[in-house]
């Protein structure tokens, strides 16, 4: 460590952001909805985090979704995200959406 | 009309009326066009011998727009003389024998359009976020596309 510092700075650097958590919106749907109980809310998540490790942050504020954990994906802004070590960057205000078997047409 | 007017154009429509398969089909219609080509998507009364009330449909909405926009642009680069496109989808309650999807295609000729729609609807069954609930007498069941990579249907 060096013995001396000069601060080029009239006032300390403000902390990393990354190292905060980020607000994001997670958005339920279908059987995940009824399980969860509702249709969104926002968490706090660490902002790098994989997909595996979100949703057991998930399903510890919600534990009936545990039974669809087989069944499900994620939508991370609008892109699918298979439930594994796919490492998310989070950004504040991202959307995340459980994503049960879908059934349209 | 103006005929310059006629630029190749996609129509999504996410919404809980009864579709009109006289509008989507108007809405593609083209003077260069030859063909166009339709899928209607009904509401069956049965499922494995019990009678099926009604479907329920939901949707996430701004991705699925977003998905059946990549649909379309995916159909214009496999089938470049595609003209227009339209896709309705109903949500909310869909009674027995009514329409949940209208897909009309048009083209020049009428192999493209046919094929087109074909690989539209399967393709949305795969890829879309829109879920439909069966309901029966007394009991209800969501429902999962084949085509859905990650539907636990083995077991």
């Known amino acids: ?105 | 009309m103006d005929e310059g007017e006629d630029v190749p154009k996609d129509f999504i429509k996410l919404k809980s009326e009864k579709l009109s398969v006289n509008e989507v089909s108007e809405l593609v219609i083209s003077p260069c066009c030859g063909a166009v080509s339709l899928f209607i998507g009904t509401t069956r009364n049965n499922f494995e011998g019990k009678k099926v009330i009604h479907l329920e449909y939901e949707a996430y909405m701004s991705m699925a727009e977003t998905e059946i926009k990549k649909i379309c642009r995916d159909v214009r680069q496999k089938w470049p003389s595609v003209k227009h496109i339209a896709v309705h989808h109903r949500l909310g309650v869909v009674p027995v024998t009514e329409a949940s999807v209208i897909i009309a295609i048009s083209s020049p000729h009428r192999a493209e359009s046919l094929e087109a729609v074909m690989y539209c609807i399967n393709t949305l069954k795969a890829s879309v976020p829109i879920w439909k609930k069966e309901i029966y007498e007394g009991e209800y069941s969501w429902k999962e596309n084949k085509e859905c990579f990650w539907t636990n249907s083995e077991k």
């Open chain 1, 1 to 105: 460590m060096c013995g001396s510092v000069v601060f080029f700075f009239s006032r300390p650097r403000s902390p990393d952001r990354r190292l905060f958590p980020a607000q994001v919106s997670v958005l339920y749907f279908a059987r995940s909805a009824e399980l969860a109980g509702l249709r969104c809310e926002t968490l706090s998540v660490p902002r790098q985090i994989t997909s595996l490790q979100l949703w057991e942050e998930i399903v510890k504020i919600h534990p009936r979704l545990a039974v669809i954990r087989d069944q499900v994906v994620f939508a991370v802004q609008q892109e699918y995200v298979l439930l594994g070590d796919q490492l998310l960057v989070l950004q504040p205000g991202d959307e995340v959406a459980i994503i049960p078997p879908i059934s349209g047409g």
